[in-house]
């Protein structure tokens, strides 16, 4: 045999065994088409919400820029309810685990302007002691 008799001889042989390979292709491409379009179905929905997140950003930035002060009261509305809401569950949880407040009872105190003097020392109740410790 020559090359020129053999070749088209062994690209229908190559032809053939495409051909084959394409089949067992397709035999698994029709098992795994089904997992492919639900995978579309969740990378179209990601995608929505991506472009729903990117025009709620730019909306957001755009009233940020118009509009701060605004903002930073609802920031700060934000941390003072957050502060509220975690100091109720702390007390909540302290009566939980029997660490109430402790009850008592007080009486005010009004202040009243001093005379400006020094207050007398106190005295000890041994003055023999005391006068000892002085060196004249």
Known sequence: ?????????????????????????????????????????????????????????????????RNPVLVAAAVAGAGLLWYAAKRRARRAEEELNGQEAIEGSSRRVEARRGSGRRAPAARHRNATTRESHVEH
């Not at 032809?15 to 089904?34: F, I, M, W």
């Not at 639900?38 to 930035?61: F, P």
């Open 1 to 65: 045999m020559t090359k020129l008799t053999s070749l088209p001889e062994r690209a229908l042989d190559l032809a053939s065994l495409v051909g084959e390979n394409l089949r067992h292709v397709g035999k698994n491409l029709r098992h795994t088409v089904p997992s492919v379009t639900q995978h579309a179905g969740q990378w179209l929905e990601t995608g929505a919400k991506l472009g729903a997140l990117k025009t709620g950003a730019r909306v957001a930035g755009g009233f940020v820029r």
